[in-house]
């Protein structure tokens, strides 16, 4: 099994900053890929960024240019580095780690708060 822990989640003013950080503990499968979601108030959840083990990036278009996505492999760890934040960015953020081998699995992290208002 996988467990996923977010942390880095508060309260900001628009134009502010926030980095997230969630890290996965287990037997996490060597080829992955690992996100961030969010989901705010009567909103599907959605795709904000994913790197996959490779290096390889994806970012939701209302986040480009704003957010960057890293990982420290060794650690297990992924970050989201959020810039220039927006009102409407205002959700709950969802550490996501997709498994493709050895084994494979799609697990959750428990969410963070991020709240972006003045």
């Known amino acids: 099994q996988v467990q996923l822990v977010e942390s880095g989640g508060g309260l900001v003013q628009p134009g502010g900053s926030l980095r997230l950080s969630c890290v996965a503990s287990?037997?996490?499968?060597?080829?992955?890929?690992m996100g961030w979601y969010r989901q705010a108030p009567g909103k599907e959840r959605e795709l904000v960024a994913a790197?996959?083990?490779?290096?390889?990036?994806n970012y939701a278009d209302s986040v480009k240019g704003r957010f960057t996505i890293s990982r420290d492999n060794a650690k297990n760890t992924v970050y989201l580095q959020m810039n220039s934040l927006k009102p409407e960015d205002t959700a709950v953020y969802y550490c996501n780690l997709q498994a493709y081998w050895p084994a494979v699995g799609d697990y959750w992290g428990q969410g963070t708060q991020v709240t972006v208002s003045s």
């Open positions: 287990g037997r996490v499968a060597s080829i992955n890929v």
């Open positions: 790197l996959n083990s490779g290096g390889s990036t």
